[in-house]
């Protein structure tokens, strides 16, 4: 995401922005942004702009060429009139959607403007545009030091004007049916790309620059009266002049110069911001200063308070200052605990239609008006305040700091609102905090059931779905105090209070990447912080979902002391996704949680012990020592009578009293507990003598679990009422308070209900359990136990009514008239609302409410009296209406299909219909006083409108949409008209009149807010409709219900999507709704129409989905996105007649190269011979490897005779070979490989390695995200008895590749890494063996066997040298030759290659004949065809002594005698004809394909090789430059100097590598792809230098020689394939939309190209490429770097210059450049990083290295002069060396050294060697050299080691 830069070709560092507004719709300006080119290429500019009308570009003062086009502003279809075309109209949606990415604005550069380099800069320390580093301090970046061109600055003008802009910029003007609105404009967050749609720029959250506004607007909008006083006048334009307000600080407000109406307002932002941090607000906002806080501690240390400034419209002044009243003590609270406000300044705009809560921009926060309040407010006060100080707070997090992915979001978001939480918690106490909490965790349990996706998703690119935000922003900040909770039981750590503040700091300094904040990076912090590795909980919490369920029980044991306590945990995510492996793939649930958890016990002498339980299984049972020795709670008599007293004499205020008693019990300080006759009155219940003794015995009072909330997890805890009670009475903390009265209320009785009563009662509690309380007491409220509980709740409201005269009166036909409202108590308010709440839903059996209960309520509307309140009543009424109508509305819903919709509702008794009468009387009677008097913002008629959608859903009042209709019109407040329009919805509103007024409202209705709001919910209420049976479904609906009933749970879940399916069909059919003129002619109009709403669009085609039947589309256009592949392999353009005789045409003909059925992929054998008629005569006899080429060319001449019976051949022969040598193995080798297998899974380090990775099992969810080729030893079982090993190396590699992925995934010092290391041991010592044994074996065969038949086979005869090559005996077509010379060998020597100095390649796999490419059989030269070619004379310089032999001899003559004995075989099977003995020769495919490396039965005992490679014999098998040879190569020396007399050969004469696993055959096919981008002169073919491992051989076999006889380099060093970084390189091309014409293979048909494949002789494309790697054809980077630059090449060969596909191939091959060299740069080795880590770590804990551990500060140390002497480049210490370690700035050991001797330089140059400074860094050069030997032995074996194929030790020797 932050890379997109390089994708442009250029950074922005600046915007400046003018805007001249009217506030009639209209914005003239232009915008100058300075670019930064980042590539010398850049021609064109893209940015993005919509909705703008773009009037000129000027680039560096020069006007340029511009494209605009917005994809929104011309959506069409193709028949616009058709509304079943909505499908079509989804796809244009998203195409436009993907189209916009790009940029809507394409400028130009002029020619006059070059893109010239100012300069080079090494790109050390932070590469960050929001801060720039220290020079000695580099921070941690992931690129390497490297210098990078600067290129000079240009500079882009747009002008562009907007007019009604429909998305970014919100106009808030008067209307008729707002004649009163004050006018005023802001840009509004209406859709995701809202920002591009007010100004020209890179809409991207992660492009910051900095920023220059310029605002004209008019001084005044006041319009004056022509006839008023001139006097007046003046004043009155002054009244409210118009304010601009944006992000950045404002620099000056000036008057227009040339119009005295106008005044500018100029703004800077000089901290790089994103233009999704940008906001800005102009009106006639009233200005509110928040004053600075005196007391504040910033004033103390002399810092400055930033200006905090608050915006509203006039008419709102009185409602602003008590809103933002606390909004300094905010500010002060979060500089104080989490470090600076990042910015110069705050400002709060309080604006209209706002489509959200709030818009969050940089030093700006634009926030609805319906969050300001009076003094006289007490509920909007708590919302108000937490949305506020969450705008302060995401200033520093989610402005200041954003997440590096999409994936972080949930860090961002989580920690804002943690903050928040805190400050809230210093505002209102930690009760609040804690309830709240409380709360949010049951709020957590309820949605986190499986349904959800974890908070943090890394494998997801994609910003978070806005479904699941609502979420994660609940989840995310208990996350993270669960998180600071455990961080704080390390001991050393306070928590997240440690680490924010470094966490703020590192942004303000610069040490954090652009600012940008990674989950992994937050993570890393805390375990540096506390010491505590928070992986295993970021696994649970963060990368996974779901949260456990535990079930807790405990009982005392006498005997051991202790309380035993049983544990059981499950996870209900994870069971609901228990039998779906997607399920577990998507929602990643966690089967089990792990961790600590806290319980306390409070033991019999009142004290609490903590301990902790360590949860480790599901299941457990924990014994807990207990503390109290024989002692037993006592609950006696004369204790209670104690605390009576010393209750009681609290009551009196007594302190002494009050303070001894500590409030325990606090209900018994009240006066009417004591009284007797109080006690009566109120029917308070008493424990009986059994739960007393019960108590009495009992050894604890109680126990709580997880005490310190430490876990987001649903308890069930089995303990006995009284202990419950004890809690709630004795505990302080409200959590445990809250699960006592949770727990209580499961088991109603008349205790329960006096303790709850009590609860409410004591002004002690906080107000929220008091609330609770009164909440629980309805489950008392039952007939069982007399109505004991709403006797209760009907004693607690009668305190705030007037006593009756009758103490003793009955308080169920009492009439409660409450006194004049009073909510000075706000504990009070908030306990009144709860129990009228917790009375509404007292209920019957039959699910009625008491009529006494209805009345009540109504007489509290009737009586209510607000006329001395100090406070607003309109909530209170609210809550009054709403509990009526939850009263009125019975809890048993009617059977479905009870009563059709031709009945009114269930039968009301006159009772019913009585209080039904009053209770719309009242409730009618309180919407006409709110409509004389309003309320504020009318909630009173809000709750109005949702009390009879109440009655009308229960059927007890008809649903009459006309008095509601016209509270849906323009005029009403929002929150009314949204009201209506949900009362509206639930009718039958699709009757054509009203739907198409509801339309209109979508198209046109000046308020977005409302038209969302009427979109979302047209959609919706239709399925409501539905269920409630407004609309008739098909009669099969009823039989299916009847078949459900009767079946069992299986067909369910067909039943419901067969209901849901029904639903569709129904709304379709129905004539009112699917058939619903309205809808067919307006929708698509609105759709299509470019000022809709984006989320009306987006509603309007979901609701077209649900009615309409979409029309399908033509599908031609798809067939441009199927892969190219399977239309290549099966359309090869030559007929197969033609196949065996050219086979190299086809290839030509482009694609990838289709393979033949009967071929495996690695079949062709290691011989590359390439044919030229010219070269056999010109070859000197000298030079050439004793192989004769043109063999192998007749046998092509002459292929197409015996193929047919070749095919037979190898069928008979295949039925004979073990199914595991079908590839070829030999005995000995299957037979090692099974020894070395069963030894291996037997070791005791194996038992990680006998089965696949289970990521779920194992624990390694993101295994198969790092490791893509795994293996384990079970597969290589399968794969050896199954025949898919060649030889025993291939096998040895796939053991190497297992234990190279347990080394990648799992960390140094690990278990499993442990294990991996002795594994490995264990396999190497076995495999040296193995491979002796085998070499001696074969070498004694060899020795043994006697020479094959000679008729076509090769003759091998005795190392005699002999000077000449021997007469060759090919098929009778073929002419021999007695000196062929086109394949000659390029012996690599010397150079600076390590990785192939060793063995020359032989000359088969250097010169494989040109018509291989095709790969079919028939094609391969047999071993029986190649000629026996016999070594020449041993040249005097080379002498037979200075062979060392390494194995690779007995390698062979193992090999040829393996050989042998299948030739032995095939006589006796084969007939006497000796081309049919040619053909039966070889085996099945993959049995010739283990004989590539038996082709050259040659004498190589003079060759010298040092390691035996994996991959090795496949050379080895092939023919060795002889004697004569090895004499002239070392005239070349390492700059392999083309022989004297070189023979012509092809261009394409280079071989293709032979790799391990058949690659080379591959390779083979690919003959057209063989011609490098620079083109090799004929007459070099010099001896070619071919590489070892995993040949990476691509460069290296090119001509070392070019055209001048300059020798080239000394060989090129190649490097092994490394698939991943391929891929990555691929798919990050494929990405850029000009890549898509290279994204398969040419079509000259259908490209319009006929002569394409006639001018590109090796086609080659991104789709081929990516099909070879995933068939594994590279073996080295340079291999596939070539393709690559082959699509380049190409492109330009065929196309003139400056055409479209060349422009399109040079933006590419940019990118391609950049990724390339990324891929290829050097880095240090995990262990040697890890190594050296230590190291540094070891250097700064010795006392001898204080001096350097930090940077040098000349100031501080007193030494001016220091960087005179040591310039600032060169300082270095072990700080800055750490940095730049862990930065990976080094490439190898020897680097970090060098800077560690550097240091010790710079310190002996500036104080002298004999200084105490001096002397101490003698001193830490010798002990770090001395740390530093055994990390360089190491590391050289590793490097060795961790590779696949092992490096030679030492070069050949020649001469």
Known sequence: MQREHTRRGFTISHQKVVLEIDFSGHIWGYTTITLNPTSKDLKTIHLHARQCVIHGVTVGSFPADFVHQDPFAHLSVSNPQDVHNHPELKRRVYSALAEGDEGELSISIPREVAVTPSGHRAQTGIVSEAATPEPQTPGHMAQQPHSVTEYRQIEVTITYSLKNPADGVQFVLPSEAYPTRVPHVFTTPSSPDAARCWVPCIDNLWEKCAWDFEFVVPRSLEQHDPASDDEDEPEESDDYPTVVICSGELVEQV???????????????????????????????????????????????????PLMDAFCLPGHEAFLSSTVAFMRSAMSFYVTEFGSYPFGSYKLVFVEELPSQRYDAATLSLVTVEMLHGEDAIDQVFEARHTLSHALACQWIGVNIQQKMWSDTWLVNGLGLYITGLFMRKLFGTNEYRYRLKKDMERVIELDNGSMPPICQPQTLEPPDAVNIPFINLKAPLVLHILDRRLGKSGTSLGLSRVLPKLFLSALTGDMPNNLLSTHSFLRMCR?????????????????????????????????????????????????????????????????????????????????????????????????????????????????????????????????????????????????????????????????????????????????????????????????????????????????????????????????????????????????????????????????????????????????????????????????????????????????????????????????????????????????????????????????????????????????????????????????????????????????MDRLIPTFHNVVTVAVIEFHMLLSLASLIPHDPRPFFPLTREGNYIQVRMAAFDYLFLGKWYVPKIMRYVLAVMANDSSRIVRRHVARNACQSLALLVNMAEMKTPKEADSLMIEEDGNGGEKVKENKKSEIDLMIKALRKDREVGKNEAIREFLMPIAL???????????????????????????????????????????????????????????????????????????????????SSSSQAEAPPVRIPPIAPSVAVEKRKEAHVPKPSAKANEKKTGKAVPKAQTSGMSVNDLRACRSALKKLQTNKHAALFLQPVDPVRDRAPNYFDIIKSPMDLSTMHAKLESGQYKDRFAFEADFRLMVNNAKTYNMPGSFAHNETLALESFFDKLWVRINKTLEAANSKAAQERPPPPSTPSIRVPAPTPTPAPAPIKPSPASTPVATPSVPTIKLKIGGGSSTNSAAPSPSPAVSKPAPKPKGRKPKEPKLSEVPPPTAPAPPPSAPPTTFEDDGSLDLLEEVIAIEREKKQERKHASSSNQRERERERPPPPPVEKGKERVVPKLVIGKRKKEIVDPTEDEILALATPAKKERTSVPAQNSSVAPPPAPPPAPKHVEPPAPAKNGV?????????????????????????????????????????????????????????????????????????????????????????????????????????????????????????????????????????????????????????????????????????????????????????????????????????????????????????????????????????EADLDLMIHNAITFNGADSEVGKLAVQLRNRYRELLVPIRGTNGKRKGGEKGTPQPAKRVKLG
């Open 1089 to 1171: 129409a470019p000022d809709t709403d984006s989320e009306v669009r987006w509603c309007l085609l979901k609701l077209a989905d649900l009615l309409i039947r979409g029309a399908e589309e033509a599908p031609p256009k798809v067939t441009i996105h199927l892969p190219p592949t399977p239309v290549v392999e099966t359309a090869p353009p030559i007929p197969p007649v033609k196949l065996p005789s050219k086979p190299i045409r086809p290839l030509k003909a482009g694609g990838p190269p289709p393979r033949s059925p009967h071929t495996p992929f690695t079949v062709p054998p290691k011989l590359k011979l390439v044919p």
């Open 255 to 305: 008057a227009h110069p040339y119009n005295s109406s106008k005044t500018i307002f100029l703004f800077s932002q000089p901290v790089a911001t994103s233009i999704q941090h940008i906001a800005w607000a102009a009106g006639p906002f009233h200005v509110h200063t928040i004053p600075a806080d005196l007391s504040a501690a910033e004033d103390a240390s002399g810092t400055t308070q």
């Open 528 to 928: 540096k912080v506390s010491g505590i590795d928070p992986r295993s909980f970021a696994e649970q919490w963060i990368y996974g979902s779901g949260c456990p369920t535990f079930g807790f029980s405990a009982s005392f044991n006498r005997k051991k002391m202790a309380v035993e306590i049983t544990m059981r945990q499950d996870a209900p995510a994870y069971k609901a996704h228990e039998s779906s492996e997607v399920g577990k793939l998507m929602m990643k649930p966690v089967p089990f949680f792990e961790g600590q958890m806290t319980i306390r016990i409070h033991e019999a002498d009142g004290t609490p012990y903590e301990h902790v339980l360590d949860i480790r299984s599901p299941f457990k049972r924990y014994e807990v020592p207990f503390n109290t020795k024989y002692k037993r709670v006592r609950r006696n008599t004369k204790r209670y009578l104690a605390r009576q007293a010393a209750a009681q004499a609290a009551a009196e205020g007594d302190a002494d009293a009050a303070a001894a008693m500590d409030m325990v019990d606090m209900g018994f300080g009240l006066e009417i507990w004591e009284n007797e006759q109080e006690r009566e009155n109120w029917k308070v219940a008493d424990w009986t003598e059994e739960d007393e003794q019960n108590m009495a015995g009992q050894t604890y009072e109680w126990i709580r679990i997880d005490a310190d909330f430490e876990w987001i997890a649903a308890i069930a805890f089995d303990q006995k009422d009284y202990m419950w009670v004890s809690q709630l009475q004795r505990d302080r903390d409200v959590v445990a308070q809250y699960e006592a009265i949770a727990v209580l209320s499961k088991t109603p009785n008349a205790i329960i209900s006096s303790t709850l009563t009590k609860t409410v009662l004591v002004s002690n509690y906080y107000y929220r359990i008091r609330c609770e309380a009164a909440a629980a007491l309805v489950t008392c409220a039952t007939q069982k136990l007399d109505w004991l509980g709403l006797f209760h709740l009907f004693k607690l409201f009668l305190r705030y009514c007037y006593e009756p005269e009758d103490p003793k009166a009955d308080l169920f036909n009492h009439t409660y008239v409450p006194r004049p409202n009073d909510f000075s108590d706000l504990a009070e308010y908030f306990v009144r609302k709860s129990i009228l709440r917790a009375i509404s839903r007292v209920r019957f059996e039959n699910g009625k409410t008491p009529p006494v209960i209805r009345q009540f309520l109504i007489d509290q509307l009737r009586y209510n009296d607000n006329t001395t309140n100090p406070y607003a009543d309109a909530l209170y009424i609210c809550t009054i209406i709403s509990a009526l109508g939850c009263a009125t509305v019975s809890t048993v819903p009617p059977e479905r299909g009870e009563f059709i919709s031709s009945e009114s509702g269930p039968v009301q008794d006159p009772q019913d219909a009585e209080l039904l009468k009053k209770a719309l009387s009242e409730v009618d009677r309180y919407r006409s």
């Open 1560 to 1792: 080379s055959a591959h390779k083979a096919r690919e003959k057209p792809p063989k011609s490098s981008p620079i083109p090799e002169p004929a007459p070099m073919p010099t001896p070619r230098s071919s590489t070892k491992g995993k040949e990476k051989e691509k460069d290296v076999s090119r001509p070392a020689t070019p055209a001048n006889g300059k020798p080239k380099k000394t060989p090129t060093q190649t490097t092994p394939i490394n698939e991943k970084k391929c891929r990555d390189i691929v798919k990050t091309l494929l990405k850029l939309p000009e890549a898509i014409i290279f994204s398969r293979p040419v079509d000259p048909v259908a490209d319009g190209c006929p002569t394409y494949y006639e001018e590109i002789k090796e086609p080659m494309d991104f789709g081929t490429i990516s099909n070879k790697l995933n068939e594994g054809k590279y073996s080295t980077m340079e291999e596939f770097a070539r393709d690559v630059e082959l699509v380049f090449q190409n492109c330009r060969i065929f196309n003139p210059p400056t055409t479209y596909p060349v422009m399109c191939a040079d933006a590419v091959e940019r990118v391609w450049k950049k990724e390339w060299a990324k891929a290829m740069e050097k880095r240090l080795s995990y262990a040697e990083k890890r190594s050296l880590q230590g190291l540094l770590k070891t250097l700064i804990n010795d006392n001898i290295s204080w001096v350097f551990r930090e940077p040098v500060d000349p100031i501080a140390l007193e030494i001016p002069t220091y960087f005179d002497v040591i310039p600032k480049k060169d300082a270095r210490d072990l700080r800055t060396i750490q940095q730049k370690l862990n930065a990976d700035k080094y490439d190898s050991v020897e680097a970090f």
